[in-house]
């Protein structure tokens, strides 16, 4: 270890400074209410946890807290989450009467007995592992040397344990179909009878709107008549109230245009604009006349298409 | 240093991840704690095992963390399904085996 102040070692400067850390987090896993931030506080634990492990020359284990822990179970929790729903809050109702008072009070008395009973039976300095680590060349190569001779029945049912849980899973996760698959041509005959039936429209939805300043999926489009494509945003973003003014965004190109038009007097050169302006009134009610609809089309406007 | 530094704070995290278990409602959650509980106990085999000059800590350590992956896939897989039939995630909502 390498002495950063007098007889401080970096074990120690890991410890103090990721204790109250390690603590606080795990607090967390106990206070707060969404899992989500549970999920977060125990991945500090884990991640200074390796950092202990670190410090207390078990550089493989360092390494597997990471990958294994921090990396795959975790991982693996917040893809359970996001299945679950990200918002299932949890109730506040006791099922039991006094069951989390009871639990805080039996669990801080188990904790003072383990903390006096395990800190008073430890006497005397650690031997360290510089020697263990050293006979075969290395941490990783001593873990090997142990797994593969005194340990290699545990390690052997360790892999039937593996294969064992990767099939349960399988097993638990797996459903049956209980309807047909819809294939390609299914979906194409029930969108034509839709069409047939309530005239919706069978092609692909209109685009979000291309302005000046903005092109992103929460801009609406805008028909001939200046009236918002209301198909041109996803209902998810509606639903949010998440949606661009389309007004606010068609003023400044109104506003240039205008500027343009009062500079040069030549209606001829206000022409090409006219039809790259989005949705003003100027272009007439053309919504229902299909030369109007073609031309939006080609231009920057979103179209309904029917 | 001493190696009872790291295992009072291994008894502390040990002792906040049961009772976190105790309180909680949602199952993944107390899952989390049940996770919480495996890595104290991991940090005291590993600070015991430096204590004592030998590896075998280290490789109960390493079996621990192995079980826990294979736990935590079956565990999952139980919410997962239980999610599905009930639509909730609270350990109070599954009671059909209570008489």
Known sequence: MIGLLPLVTGAEVAFWLLAPVMILAALGLIFAKKAVHCALCLAAVMISLAVQYAALQAPFLFVVQIIVYTGAILMLFLFVLMLVGVDSADSLIETIKGQRVLAVVAGVAFGFLLVLAVGNAIVGQPKGLADANSEYGGNVQGIAALIFTRYVFAFEATSALLITAAVGAMVLAHRERLTKKKTQGDLVAERMQRYAELGEHPGPLPTPGVFARHNAVDTPALLPDGAIAERSVSATLKARGEILDADELVAPVRRTLRAIAGDDDDPSAREPYAGTQIGTAQLGPGRSSPDAADQTRSTTTGEEGR | ?99
């Open chain 2, 1 to 99: 240093m001493s190696p009872t530094y790291y295992i009072v704070l291994s008894a502390i995290l040990f002792t906040i991840g049961t009772i976190g278990f105790m309180v909680r409602r949602n199952a993944i959650v107390a899952f989390m704690c049940v996770e919480l509980m495996l890595n104290a106990a991991n940090l005291s085999l590993v600070a015991f095992s430096r204590m004592h000059g030998a590896l075998d800590g280290q490789i109960a350590a390493f079996f621990v963390m192995v079980v826990a992956a294979a736990e935590v896939v079956i565990g999952l897989a139980i919410i997962v399904t239980i999610f599905r039939t009930r639509r909730s995630a609270s350990v109070d909502d599954a009671n059909l085996l209570k008489f």
